[in-house]
């Protein structure tokens, strides 16, 4: 249903396409585009509002030098992010922002081909289990499989043995910044700034 203050916005049931630095080093998978923010304005994690995940998200990326300014409220905003890109397990706002299995597995193919178009990737940061699980059925594709089972959790690090000439990238898993897990205080900003952190140590530990 279209929100009342953007009832004469168009809106559009094309793929959001991933969004940030060509040549980064740590990529974030978020669930999906939301119907009035990603899906309105085009790029992930845009235009959601004052306070909404979008602006939760850069302001983080922003303390730890991923991102040049702390909000993302349009597609013209100046917002550029460095080392760092950013796109979604789901590529479709799906309904009631829940996108089921099927959903899921239709969009392997545009998972796949963003990565694959990204060189330098060294670590993945999951913001969500669903994220997290779809990132893991990537790996399976690859013949990547890990025994046991990474477990998701906020701040949990994976590692997964590489087959011959290839790199896996490390796999951290964060809750995801939506309205309602920033507004409970499941998650906060110092827990979000503190994943950034440790995943800088990382790519700079893996160079």
Same mark, same amino acid.
């Given at each position: 249903?279209?929100k ?7 809106? &559009?049931g094309?793929?959001?396409?991933g ?5 980064a ?14 899906? +309105? ?5 845009? $235009?959601? %509002? %004052? ?7 850069m ?5 730890? $030098?991923f /991102?040049?300014?702390a909000?993302?409220? !349009? ?9 760092a890109?950013?796109?979604a397990a ?7 922002? @829940? ?5 899921i ?7 796949d081909? =963003? ?6 990737? +060294?670590? *993945? ?7 997290f699980? /779809? &990132?893991?059925?990537?790996?399976k ?11 998701? $959790?906020?701040?949990? *690090? ?14 951290? $898993?964060s809750?995801?910044p ?7 205080? @499941?998650?906060?900003? !110092?827990?979000? =700034?503190s ?7 990382? *790519? =700079?530990?893996?160079?």
């Amino acid at each position: 249903m279209r929100k009342r203050a953007f009832r004469d916005d168009v809106y &559009w049931g094309r793929l959001v396409p991933g969004f940030g630095d060509p040549a980064a080093r740590v990529v974030l998978i978020g669930l999906a585009p939301a119907a009035h923010g990603a899906n +309105r304005t085009g790029r992930v994690f845009t $235009g959601d %509002g %004052g306070g909404g995940s979008g602006d939760f998200l850069m302001s983080a990326l922003h303390r730890t $030098g991923f /991102a040049n300014i702390a909000t993302s409220q !349009r597609i013209d905003d100046g917002l550029r992010l460095f080392d760092a890109y950013i796109l979604a397990a789901v590529r479709c706002a799906p309904p009631q922002n @829940k996108p089921t299995p099927e959903e899921i597995a239709r969009c392997q193919d545009h998972l796949d081909a =963003e990565i694959a178009a990204l060189p330098n990737v +060294r670590l *993945v940061i999951a913001l969500g289990r669903i994220a997290f699980d /779809a &990132w893991l059925q990537r790996l399976k594709r690859l013949g990547v499989v890990s025994s046991p089972r990474p477990q998701f $959790g906020h701040g949990s *690090v994976a590692r997964f043995d590489a087959p011959p000439r290839t790199t896996v990238p490390i796999l951290m $898993g964060s809750y995801h910044p939506s309205r309602q897990n920033t507004h409970t205080g @499941k998650l906060t900003a !110092r827990m979000l =700034e503190s994943v950034f952190r440790t995943a800088r140590r990382l *790519v =700079e530990d893996a160079d």
